[in-house]
């Protein structure tokens, strides 16, 4: 147990090594910006005060809300099943001992009557974890690196070493939108003075290789994150996770890709909610309770409880 044990926590802290990549680089550029760009090269030089003032007002703004959406994306633990998931003690013996999966497969319906459940493996079968040894929600996936089973799990990103899910894919959305930001800013305003230096117009300096280096990492890391953003955003547009994108949820009337779109503007409001003022803050806004979403299926899962229509319904129809 000592070597596994041992093993585990070396595991641990070499998944920390992407995180610890990106955190410097942004704090040296912070410092190549804001020393030696803004500081040093434009108000020591006396070349332009008014864009110096511009450019670190609009950069600590990009750079908070940056680091903010990074932060939250990191450290927003994923949403687990809750307790009603799990097998009762009585149900769970039975199902250990059980061998055949048919007799398996009835445990697991019993109690998933009661449960709010439209997925089914590809077979037909109700999703179980033996590893965490719950009934999966629906859009719920075990992730083998966070070794739990994720609500509505996206995927697991080593940039971030965390698992992206219900609880924290707001904030995956944020950090991927801000930090496009923070590159093409930088890379943008740092475009007229890479090119002078590349052309002699300003004079030799130690801020010349921080100028040079800092375009060529923001513009790098800005055509990496544009593809995935915008990838990210079409998801958003289909309501659907990276999970299902590749392999479409299986309803009890077959696979079904747009089971949980419900249009544009919902699908949007599944993610960022209702109140557009909070959209672009790192705080959770998204809808629901991650264990059940509202679906497009056509016909009524048999399985599930029906709502009674009010004596006026049947009038109305």
Not at 148 to 175: A, Q, R
Not at 220 to 228: D, E, G, R, T
Not at 269 to 284: E, H, I
Request: contains cysteine; positive net charge.
């Amino acid at each position: 147990m000592a070597p596994t044990h041992v093993l585990r926590c070396c595991q641990r802290g070499l998944a920390w090594i992407p995180v610890i990549f990106i955190a410097l680089v942004v704090c040296w550029s912070y410092y190549a910006y804001v020393v030696e760009l803004c500081l040093f090269l434009l108000l020591m030089t006396v070349l332009s005060l008014f864009h110096a003032v511009v450019y670190l007002a609009v950069f600590h703004v990009s750079f908070i809300m940056f680091v903010w959406s990074y932060w939250k994306t990191i450290f927003t633990r994923p949403s687990t099943p809750s307790k009603e998931f799990c097998l009762p003690k009585s149900e769970k013996e039975q199902y250990e001992k059980e061998q055949r999966p048919e007799t398996q497969q009835e445990i697991l319906k019993r109690v998933a009557t009661s449960l709010p459940l439209y997925t089914r493996t590809g077979a037909g079968a109700i999703r179980y974890c033996d590893r965490c040894q719950v009934i999966k929600p629906d859009r719920c996936h075990h992730c083998s690196a966070c070794d739990m089973c994720v609500l509505k799990m996206d995927h697991h990103c080593p940039w971030v070493n965390n698992c992206v899910g219900f609880s924290n894919y707001k904030f995956f959305i944020l950090f991927l939108t801000y930090s496009l930001v923070y590159c093409l800013f930088i890379a943008a305003s740092v475009l007229q003075y890479f090119i002078k230096f590349w052309t002699s117009d300003l004079p030799e300096s130690h801020a010349k290789f921080h100028v040079l280096f800092l375009f060529f990492v923001a513009a790098m890391f800005c055509i990496s994150i544009l593809s995935l953003f915008t990838y990210h955003l079409w998801l958003v547009g289909k309501n659907r996770s990276t999970i299902e994108a590749f392999r479409a949820p299986v309803f009890r009337n077959g696979p079904d890709k747009n089971g949980f779109s419900l249009g544009f503007s919902k699908n949007i409001a599944q993610v960022f909610g209702d109140q557009k003022l909070y959209w672009l803050l790192p705080v959770f806004t998204s809808q629901g309770d991650g264990f059940s979403f509202p679906t497009r299926l056509v016909t009524v899962d048999p399985e599930q409880p029906t709502e009674c229509l009010q004596p006026g319904g049947l009038d109305k129809g």
